[in-house]
């Protein structure tokens, strides 16, 4: 549907020690219509040995500070 889909950061991270919220936008255009998107996402990304070890996707960067308590 989207051939040409990417991610662009769209905002500074938010350190939460060993989580880290990204806002992005993920932007592409639709083969059918021809319309290009640009959608707000946030990704809390878990890390453990210096690696990620999990990554859940937000709508928005409240929704995953909700998502840690925050």
């Not at 219509?33 to 990704?43: K, L, Q």
Request: aromatic residues 8%; negative net charge; proline residues 4%.
């Amino acid at each position: 549907m989207f051939p040409d889909i990417r991610v662009e950061l769209a905002g500074d991270s938010i350190d939460l020690g060993d989580q880290v919220i990204t806002p992005t936008l993920i932007v592409g255009t639709g083969v059918s219509a021809g319309i290009t998107v640009h959608d707000p996402y946030s990704f809390l990304f878990k890390i453990a040995g210096g690696k990620i070890v999990l990554g859940e996707e937000f709508h928005d960067n409240a929704e995953a500070l909700r998502a840690v308590g925050l």
